[in-house]
């Protein structure tokens, strides 16, 4: 049973590594994240709720839509910016005067 999600008012389905939408923008919009590893029923069904998340859509859980979770960050401000000291991050940071 493939994976089925909401964005945007549009309904698409994720089964065996590929997104199926009758929007192109969108389809091709989940094709970039497609995981072709997501062969079995559970494994549809995170990467579908991670899509979704992403996208600020819903996720089909049997006859019902629930909201999606988001996901977590893949960048956070303690990979860019000195411990204790957010305001240094930036790619400019190095232009300021150092005390």
């Not at 929007?23 to 990467?47: F, G, N, V």
């Amino acid at each position: 049973m493939p994976a089925r999600i909401r964005i945007y008012g549009q309904e698409a389905t994720f089964t065996q590594g590929c997104w199926a939408c009758d929007d192109e923008t969108l389809q091709a919009m989940l094709q970039a994240l497609a995981d072709p590893r997501a062969t079995s029923h559970e494994a549809e069904l995170k990467h579908a709720r991670y899509a979704a998340g992403r996208f600020g859509g819903l996720v089909a859980v049997g006859d019902l839509w629930e909201a999606a979770p988001l996901p977590e960050p893949e960048i956070r401000m303690e990979d860019i910016a000195p411990a204790g000291r957010p305001q240094a991050a930036g790619w400019l940071s190095f232009l300021r005067k150092r005390r």
